[in-house]
């Protein structure tokens, strides 16, 4: 029982019908959005902050970007073989992506910024994780044993454990390269960072582990330690919201960006200390950091752009957004370009890319099996 707040009609991108309401529940002091599918009367409800607005609820399911931007901004035409595209909180919040999955409006979107020489190679949503390999239709003969994979390291225990945190990974062989692209949002925030850090420690190992059995079942463990999704592929690309922070005082960290001082707040990040000690990610390299912390920005306002958060709880700026490539030989990867987008403003991030250039073997050309499409939404209700 509850108040009811707001009710209406959702249309996914695949066509697929939702009837959603809002309904706030004063004496547990919590706010519920219920989805009921037309088609298979399916429901889901899900339980969220009751100081969310009605737009905010309403815009996390709606939420998307303009082709128009993206190719601006990230995708210019024709100019990769590959693209693949990350992302957490896709088209919606993690909550309302427990009531509506489908990435078709975001996949749209893509499409359109590619244009027509591109087709999917594969794709996979882990509730608000989603990621998608493009291929140019030149290269599409290189290709080939696509598969994907996702893991949960989310709400839950165990075995049991909600997808708003985890990671998905895309398999395939590349001119007779195999390679791994992974997308993944870890665990979030920075108070009590001497906890927080070892806890997206072990999720990168969860994730790392998990997604080698899923897409390479009966690989030999690696004999020099490395994780077993290293020691699995010749080539896995891991990016995302990995959420590592940079453990300075607000103002300190604030005076550094003013300097433009990057190294100095690479210095206290959390991401880069997992990569000196060998508590997560050995083996991975990253590109050098020239831009800025990439999170928390103020929703853009009376022409203020780029600010970082002026709320009360006043979050570090920090590089939470990453690319790291591992390779079994050093001649196999290499990042050629990395940087951040800052004209793309649709969040409190600022997106991240990577520019790898992979050697291939031209005479394993083949026809490739492509257009790969899974769903994987780890849920309880």
């Not at 309904?23 to 959005?33: K, S």
């Not at 990435?103 to 591109?118: D, E, F, H, R, S």
């Not at 994907?148 to 049991?160: E, I, N, P």
């Amino acid at each position: 029982m509850g108040t009811l707040l707001e009710q209406f009609v959702f249309t996914a991108g695949d066509g697929s019908e939702m009837v959603v309401t809002v309904v706030e529940d004063a004496e547990a002091g919590q706010r519920f959005v219920h989805g009921k599918e037309l088609a298979s009367g399916r429901e889901h409800r899900v339980a969220l902050d009751p100081s969310l607005s009605l737009a905010a609820v309403s815009a996390s399911l709606f939420a998307t970007a303009a082709p128009a931007a993206l190719r601006a901004a990230l995708l210019p035409l024709d100019r990769y073989h590959l693209v693949h595209v990350g992302t957490q909180e896709c088209e919606r919040s993690i909550a309302a992506s427990l009531l509506v999955q489908s990435k078709a409006a975001w996949t749209a979107t893509l499409v359109a910024a590619l244009g027509p020489n591109y087709e999917v190679v594969a794709s996979h949503t882990l509730q608000a994780t989603h990621a998608i390999l493009f291929c140019h239709r030149s290269a599409r003969p290189l290709l080939g044993d696509v598969r994907s994979g996702a893991v949960a390291t989310g709400l839950g225990a165990g075995d049991t454990r909600l997808g708003n945190k985890g990671g998905v990974g895309l398999a395939l062989d590349v001119g007779g390269a195999r390679v791994c692209f992974v997308a993944s949002h870890l665990t979030a925030h920075q108070k009590k960072s001497a906890e927080r850090n070892p806890v997206r420690n072990r999720e990168f190992h969860k994730i790392s582990a998990e997604l080698a059995k899923l897409l390479a079942p009966g690989a030999p463990p690696p004999d020099d330690g490395a994780d077993p999704l290293r020691g699995a592929f010749d080539v896995v690309a891991w990016s995302g919201d990995l959420n590592y922070r940079v453990d300075l005082p607000r103002d300190a960290a604030d005076d550094l960006i003013a300097a433009r001082d990057f190294a100095g707040l690479l210095a206290a990040d959390q991401l880069a200390g997992a990569l000196a000690s060998g508590a997560a990610w050995a083996g991975y390299a990253e590109a050098p950091v020239a831009f800025p912390p990439t999170y928390k920005f103020d929703a853009a306002a009376d022409g203020a752009l780029d600010v970082y958060d002026t709320s009360p709880k006043r979050r570090v700026p920090s590089y939470t957004d990453r690319v790291l490539v591992a390779s079994r030989d050093a001649a196999a990867a290499r990042i050629v370009d990395y940087g951040s987008v800052a004209d793309l403003r649709s969040s409190d991030h600022r997106p991240v890319a990577a520019t790898l250039s992979l050697a291939v073997d031209a005479a394993t050309a083949k026809e490739a099996t492509l257009g790969q499409h899974q769903s994987q939404v780890c849920a309880v209700m």
